[in-house]
């Protein structure tokens, strides 16, 4: 269970440090992204053209993840991992510009020893009211 909890702090790392190559390697060849931001991204290299695209975005800002209410079930070389994530914008100086919090859902494959992220689904919640997706918990 260790292993699977790893992800999640090499996940944080990377992308505060905005390496691409670092957070890549969290995901497999095929993987799947059913992203809040577009319907489907399949494969590394589509995947690769938007964590390329987030990370150049950020300009010099950061983002700073964490992750609450995480759920981890295993069954042998497959698991399937829960969490709410918050996506925190930093200045340089270390500044909370702003926030934006999603659910996210893993389903991950142990593949020649190595955990690897083979589905990522994030989402969240639609007021019916207003059919805005809540960014805030």
């Not at 260790?2 to 390697?25: G, H, I, M």
């Not at 589509?46 to 964490?66: E, I, P, S």
Request: overall charge neutral; proline content about 1%; aromatic content about 12%.
């Amino acid at each position: 269970m260790q292993e699977l909890q790893s992800l999640f702090d090499r996940y944080k790392q990377s992308v505060y440090q905005k390496d691409t190559e670092s957070f890549l390697a969290l995901f497999d060849d095929n993987v799947r992204v059913f992203d809040m931001w577009a319907w489907t991204y399949d494969g590394l290299a589509a995947w690769r053209q938007m964590v390329t695209g987030w990370f150049a975005g950020l300009g010099a800002d950061r983002d700073v993840v964490t992750f609450d209410d995480i759920r981890i079930q295993q069954s042998g070389d497959m698991a399937v991992a829960s969490a709410i994530t918050r996506f925190t914008a930093v200045s340089e100086k270390g500044e909370e510009l702003r926030f934006l919090q999603n659910r996210l859902t893993w389903v991950v494959r142990k593949k020649n020893g190595v955990w690897k992220i083979i589905h990522e689904h994030s989402s969240g919640p639609v007021d019916g009211s207003t059919m805005k997706v809540q960014l805030q918990r």
